[in-house]
C-alpha cells in the first residue's frame, strides 16, 4: 500500500531545503517525513542503497541495516522523531547485499514548533591502520558536520557579532500557581533567515566544537540572569542549564561549572543542569562526574525523561534530583491512554524515590488538570509562557502566575489530592518497614465465625514459607496443619474475646515463635487483634540442648552411689540423686526442694552455714565436713565438694553438690557422734 506523502507548506519547503544541502554531497544523504515516508535521496544514498519500489516510498530501515544493528537504529530513529540527533554505528546492507560500516545520524527538523521532518546521513568509517584513528574525528562528528556544514561558518561569526541570545521558558509550582524556576534556552538571531532554532544549528555545533565557547556563554549568561533577578526582588528561582555531550566529556566541566557560580555570585543552589542518557553511556565516568558537580551544590536533573532504552538505571546509580517528563508524553496524555499511564507512572516512582517531577510541553489547560490530577510538581509550556527574553519574562510574571489559578484546579483541592496522596505514601512507608522488621505483625478479625488475617508482615513470614499474599484473606486451617491451627485459633478466641495480651509459643515448619495478641476496641467492642511475633528458635534449641545435657547428667546422677544434688542460691535443694535415699534412710520427695540445715547435727551447724555463705562470696569451689541425721536416729559423716554456677549476670544461680559417706573412716574419732 503506498502511503500518502504530506503536502504541506512546510514538507515542500523541507524537502527543497534538503536538496538544496545534500542532493550534490559526495556521501549518502535522505530525507523522510514525520510518517517514515522517503521523500528524496541524492546520488549517493541510491548508488549504495538501490531506489525504492514504484509500489511504496516507504522508508525500511530494514533495507539498509543488518539485523544485528537493527535495533540500535531504530532507537536512534525514535530519538530523532522525538527531538534528539544521535549517531550510530551500523553494518549498511548496500544494493549487492555487502556490508558497510558506517555511521548513521538522524536529524529532526522542525517548522513552527512542529516535527516536519528527519534527515538521514550515512559516513563510512574509514579506519587509518598507522595511526589507529578514524580518518575524521570520529565518524559519529563526520556526521553531524555534514548535516550543519553550511552553517558552521555563519555559526563561528554569530559569536562574534552577538546574534545569539538565550531565552527563558519558566516551569511552575501547579500546586501553588507559582513560577519557580526557569530554562535557559538558547535561540540564534539570523540577519536573513530570522531567529534558528537549536535543532537546526545544535549539531554542527556539537560535531565543530563550538558547541563548547557556546556552551559557557549561555551558562554564564544564564547564571549573571537569574542573580540579576533576585537582586531586583524576584525571589528565589532555579535556573536550568543544559549541559551538552561534548561539554559534559570535557575534563574541566566541573571547574567551568565552578567558576561560572563564582565569577556570577549565584548560589549553587539555584543553578540546574540538565543532562540527557546519551551522555551518559561511560556510566562510571559520568557517576564520577556528576558526583562532583553535585558537591559544588548544583542540582541534577534528567531531560526528557522516558524516551531512552536505559532511563530507569539513572534512577538507581545517578545523584540526580529531577526528572523532567518527555513533551512527547505529554502532548497526548489526556487522549492516549498509553501516555497516561506511562506519566502516572514515572510521577509515582519519582516520588517513591524523592525525586522532583516536571511536565514539559504542556499546552492545554487539560494537560495541567491531568497532571495536577496526578500529583506532578512542575510543568513547563506554552500553556504558561513561550521561551522569551529575560526582560518580557519579568514583564508578564504576574500574569504567569496566575494561570495555574485560572485554568487549572484550585489551590484548595490539589491540597486535599496532595494530603491524600501523602497518606498513601505514609502508608506505604509503614508497609515497607513492616515487611524489613525481623519478626512479624499481624491482625485479624472475626467473618462468619472464622477468623481472617488481614495484615501479616515482617521477615520472619518468609523464614515460615509463607509470603504477607498468601496468608492475608486466609483462616489458620487454610495455610496451617489442622492440629496446629486448632491449639493457635483458641488463644485467637481468647483475644477476640478480650482478654489482654494473651500470649503462646508455637512451632511452624521448625521455626519457633512467641507471639502476643492484643484486643482492638471501638466503642467498647472488640473489632480487631493486631499481634506480634518473634523468632525464638535459637532460644528453644539453647534450651533442648540444656534439657539433653541435664537428661544426662541426671542418668549419671541417678546411677551413682555419691550423693549428688542442685542447690538454689538459698540453698534449697533443686535436685537429689536416688542415693540420698539410701544413704539417709528419707524419701526424696521430703528432701527436694527444702534444705538440709534441720539434717544437719547441731555442732555442725554453724560451721556448715559459714561454708555455704563463704563458697557464696568467693564464688569458687570449697570442701567440708559435717554430720546428717539418719533416718533411725544415727549420725552418719559426709564429706562434700560444691561448685558454684555462675549466671549472666556474674552472680551464682545454683550449686552442684557431690558428697560421698566417709563415716567408716570418722569411727574413731575425736568428735563425740553419739
Given at each position: 500500500?503506498?502511503?500518502?506523502?504530506?503536502?504541506?507548506?512546510?514538507?515542500?519547503?523541507?524537502?527543497?531545503?534538503?536538496?538544496?544541502?545534500?542532493?550534490?554531497?559526495?556521501?549518502?544523504?535522505?530525507?523522510?517525513?514525520?510518517?517514515?515516508?522517503?521523500?528524496?535521496?541524492?546520488?549517493?544514498?541510491?548508488?549504495?542503497?538501490?531506489?525504492?519500489?514504484?509500489?511504496?516510498?516507504?522508508f525500511?530501515?530494514?533495507?539498509?541495516?543488518?539485523?544485528?544493528?537493527?535495533?540500535?537504529?531504530?532507537?536512534?530513529?525514535?530519538?530523532?522523531?522525538?527531538?534528539?540527533?544521535?549517531?550510530?554505528?551500523?553494518?549498511?546492507?548496500?544494493?549487492?547485499?555487502?556490508e558497510?560500516a558506517?555511521?548513521?545520524?538522524?536529524?529532526?527538523?522542525?517548522?513552527?514548533?512542529?516535527?516536519?521532518?528527519?534527515?538521514?546521513?550515512?559516513?563510512?568509517l574509514?579506519?587509518?591502520?598507522?595511526?589507529g584513528?578514524?580518518?575524521?574525528?570520529s565518524?559519529?562528528?563526520?556526521?553531524?558536520a555534514?548535516?550543519?556544514?553550511?552553517?558552521?561558518?555563519?555559526?563561528?561569526?554569530?559569536?562574534?557579532?552577538?546574534?545569539?541570545?538565550?531565552?527563558?521558558?519558566?516551569?511552575?509550582?501547579?500546586?501553588?500557581?507559582?513560577?519557580?524556576?526557569?530554562?535557559?534556552?538558547?535561540?540564534?538571531?539570523?540577519?536573513?533567515?530570522?531567529?534558528v532554532?537549536?535543532?537546526?544549528?545544535?549539531?554542527a555545533?556539537?560535531?565543530?566544537?563550538?558547541?563548547?565557547?557556546?556552551?559557557?556563554?549561555?551558562l554564564?549568561?544564564?547564571?549573571?540572569?537569574?542573580?540579576?533577578?533576585?537582586?531586583?526582588?524576584?525571589?528565589?528561582?532555579?535556573?536550568?542549564?543544559?549541559?551538552?555531550?561534548?561539554?559534559?566529556?570535557?575534563?574541566?566541566?566541573?571547574?567551568?561549572?565552578?567558576?561560572?557560580?563564582?565569577?556570577?555570585?549565584?548560589?549553587p543552589?539555584?543553578?540546574?543542569?540538565?543532562?540527557?542518557?546519551?551522555?551518559?553511556?561511560?556510566?562510571e565516568?559520568?557517576?564520577?562526574?556528576?558526583?562532583?558537580?553535585?558537591?559544588?551544590?548544583?542540582?541534577?536533573?534528567?531531560?526528557?525523561?522516558?524516551?531512552?532504552?536505559?532511563?530507569?538505571?539513572?534512577?538507581?546509580?545517578?545523584?540526580?534530583?529531577?526528572?523532567k517528563?518527555?513533551?512527547?508524553?505529554?502532548?497526548?496524555c489526556?487522549?492516549?491512554d498509553n501516555?497516561?499511564?506511562?506519566?502516572?507512572?514515572?510521577?509515582?516512582?519519582?516520588?517513591?524515590l524523592?525525586?522532583?517531577?516536571i511536565?514539559?510541553?504542556?499546552?492545554?489547560?487539560?494537560?495541567?488538570?491531568?497532571?495536577?490530577q496526578?500529583?506532578?510538581?512542575?510543568?513547563?509550556g506554552?500553556?504558561?509562557?513561550?521561551?522569551?527574553?529575560?526582560e518580557?519574562?519579568?514583564?508578564?510574571?504576574?500574569?504567569?502566575n496566575?494561570?495555574?489559578?485560572?485554568?487549572?484546579?484550585?489551590?484548595?483541592?490539589?491540597?486535599?489530592?496532595?494530603?491524600?496522596?501523602?497518606?498513601?505514601?505514609?502508608?506505604?512507608?509503614?508497609?515497607?518497614?513492616?515487611?524489613?522488621?525481623?519478626?512479624?505483625?499481624?491482625?485479624?478479625?472475626?467473618?462468619?465465625?472464622?477468623?481472617?488475617?488481614?495484615?501479616?508482615e515482617?521477615?520472619?513470614?518468609?523464614?515460615?514459607g509463607?509470603?504477607?499474599?498468601?496468608?492475608?484473606?486466609?483462616?489458620?486451617?487454610?495455610?496451617?496443619?489442622?492440629?496446629?491451627?486448632?491449639?493457635?485459633?483458641?488463644?485467637?478466641?481468647?483475644a477476640?474475646?478480650?482478654?489482654?495480651?494473651?500470649?503462646?509459643e508455637?512451632?511452624?515448619?521448625?521455626?519457633?515463635?512467641?507471639?502476643?495478641?492484643?484486643?482492638?476496641r471501638?466503642?467498647?467492642?472488640?473489632?480487631?487483634?493486631?499481634?506480634?511475633?518473634?523468632?525464638?528458635?535459637?532460644?528453644?534449641?539453647?534450651?533442648?540442648?540444656?534439657?539433653?545435657?541435664?537428661?544426662?547428667?541426671?542418668?549419671?546422677?541417678?546411677?551413682?552411689?555419691d550423693?549428688?544434688?542442685?542447690?538454689?542460691?538459698?540453698?534449697?535443694?533443686?535436685?537429689?540423686?536416688?542415693?540420698?535415699?539410701?544413704?539417709?534412710?528419707?524419701?526424696?520427695?521430703?528432701?527436694?526442694?527444702?534444705?538440709?540445715?534441720?539434717?544437719?547435727?547441731?555442732?555442725?551447724?554453724q560451721?556448715?552455714?559459714?561454708?555455704?555463705?563463704d563458697?557464696?562470696?568467693?564464688?569458687?569451689?570449697s570442701?567440708?565436713?559435717?554430720?546428717?541425721?539418719?533416718?533411725?536416729?544415727?549420725?552418719?559423716?559426709?564429706?562434700?565438694?560444691?561448685?558454684?554456677?555462675l549466671?549472666g549476670?556474674?552472680q551464682?544461680?545454683?550449686v552442684?553438690?557431690?558428697?560421698?559417706?566417709?563415716?567408716?573412716?570418722?569411727?574413731?574419732?575425736?568428735?563425740?557422734?553419739s
Open positions: 500500500m503506498v502511503q500518502e506523502r504530506a503536502e504541506t507548506p512546510q514538507v515542500k519547503q523541507f524537502v527543497q531545503s534538503a536538496k538544496m544541502m545534500f542532493e550534490h554531497h559526495s556521501e549518502p544523504a535522505w530525507w523522510v517525513d514525520v510518517n517514515g515516508i522517503l521523500l528524496g535521496g541524492n546520488e549517493a544514498f541510491h548508488a549504495l542503497f538501490g531506489r525504492p519500489p514504484k509500489e511504496s516510498n516507504e525500511h530501515l530494514n533495507r539498509m541495516v543488518a539485523k544485528r544493528d537493527l535495533l540500535r537504529g531504530t532507537r536512534c530513529m525514535l530519538k530523532a522523531k522525538a527531538g534528539r540527533a544521535q549517531p550510530v554505528e551500523a553494518a549498511c546492507i548496500g544494493k549487492d547485499g555487502g558497510t558506517m555511521s548513521i545520524t538522524f536529524v529532526p527538523v522542525y517548522a513552527d514548533r512542529a516535527l516536519v521532518g528527519i534527515y538521514g546521513l550515512a559516513t563510512p574509514v579506519r587509518d591502520s598507522a595511526a584513528m578514524d580518518a575524521a574525528e565518524a559519529a562528528g563526520r556526521a553531524a555534514l548535516a550543519g556544514a553550511p552553517l558552521v561558518e555563519a555559526l563561528s561569526r554569530a559569536i562574534d557579532l552577538d546574534q545569539l541570545r538565550v531565552y527563558y521558558q519558566p516551569h511552575l509550582d501547579i500546586r501553588t500557581g507559582r513560577i519557580v524556576g526557569t530554562e535557559a534556552l538558547l535561540r540564534w538571531h539570523h540577519p536573513e533567515r530570522g531567529i532554532a537549536p535543532c537546526d544549528f545544535i549539531p555545533a556539537e560535531a565543530s566544537k563550538l558547541i563548547l565557547p557556546i556552551g559557557e556563554w549561555v554564564r549568561t544564564a547564571c549573571a540572569q537569574n542573580k540579576a533577578w533576585q537582586d531586583q526582588g524576584a525571589g528565589p528561582l532555579t535556573i536550568a542549564v543544559n549541559l551538552s555531550p561534548r561539554q559534559f566529556e570535557q575534563e574541566n566541566v566541573v571547574d567551568m561549572v565552578g567558576r561560572a557560580l563564582a565569577d556570577t555570585g549565584l548560589e543552589r539555584y543553578l540546574e543542569l540538565e543532562i540527557t542518557e546519551g551522555m551518559t553511556m561511560d556510566v565516568r559520568s557517576i564520577a562526574t556528576l558526583k562532583e558537580l553535585k558537591r559544588l551544590g548544583v542540582k541534577i536533573s534528567v531531560d526528557d525523561f522516558g524516551i531512552g532504552y536505559s532511563s530507569l538505571y539513572y534512577l538507581k546509580r545517578f545523584p540526580i534530583d529531577t526528572l517528563i518527555d513533551q512527547s508524553f505529554v502532548r497526548d489526556t487522549e492516549d501516555d497516561a499511564m506511562i506519566i502516572k507512572t514515572i510521577i509515582a516512582m519519582a516520588h517513591h524523592n525525586l522532583n517531577v511536565a514539559e510541553g504542556v499546552e492545554k489547560p487539560e494537560h495541567l488538570i491531568f497532571l495536577q496526578n500529583l506532578c510538581d512542575e510543568a513547563q506554552y500553556l504558561f509562557s513561550r521561551p522569551v527574553p529575560a518580557a519574562l519579568m514583564q508578564n510574571f504576574q500574569h504567569i496566575g494561570v495555574v489559578a485560572s485554568l487549572g484546579i484550585k489551590a484548595g483541592l490539589t491540597d486535599q489530592m496532595l494530603m491524600r496522596e501523602q497518606a498513601r505514601a505514609t502508608r506505604r512507608n509503614l508497609e515497607t518497614t513492616l515487611r524489613k522488621q525481623q519478626g512479624v505483625t499481624m491482625k485479624f478479625k472475626k467473618e462468619k465465625e472464622q477468623f481472617v488475617h488481614t495484615l501479616c515482617g521477615e520472619l513470614v518468609f523464614r515460615m509463607f509470603s504477607p499474599e498468601f496468608i492475608v484473606g486466609k483462616t489458620l486451617r487454610e495455610f496451617l496443619p489442622p492440629d496446629v491451627a486448632d491449639r493457635i485459633e483458641g488463644y485467637y478466641r481468647r477476640w474475646l478480650g482478654e489482654e495480651h494473651v500470649s503462646y508455637a512451632d511452624i515448619g521448625g521455626i519457633w515463635f512467641l507471639s502476643s495478641l492484643r484486643p482492638m471501638r466503642g467498647g467492642k472488640v473489632v480487631e487483634v493486631i499481634g506480634s511475633a518473634i523468632d525464638i528458635t535459637e532460644r528453644k534449641r539453647a534450651e533442648d540442648a540444656l534439657r539433653q545435657v541435664y537428661a544426662s547428667y541426671r542418668l549419671i546422677a541417678e546411677n551413682s552411689t550423693l549428688i544434688s542442685v542447690l538454689d542460691a538459698a540453698g534449697r535443694m533443686q535436685f537429689v540423686s536416688p542415693s540420698h535415699a539410701l544413704f539417709l534412710g528419707i524419701s526424696l520427695d521430703k528432701l527436694e526442694g527444702n534444705t538440709l540445715s534441720d539434717l544437719i547435727h547441731p555442732e555442725d551447724r560451721h556448715a552455714i559459714a561454708f555455704f555463705d563458697m557464696m562470696k568467693q564464688k569458687k569451689p570442701h567440708g565436713e559435717f554430720r546428717l541425721r539418719h533416718g533411725d536416729g544415727r549420725w552418719l559423716w559426709v564429706e562434700t565438694g560444691c561448685t558454684p554456677v549466671g549476670d556474674g551464682v544461680e545454683r552442684i553438690s557431690v558428697g560421698r559417706d566417709i563415716t567408716p573412716r570418722k569411727q574413731g574419732g575425736s568428735r563425740d557422734e
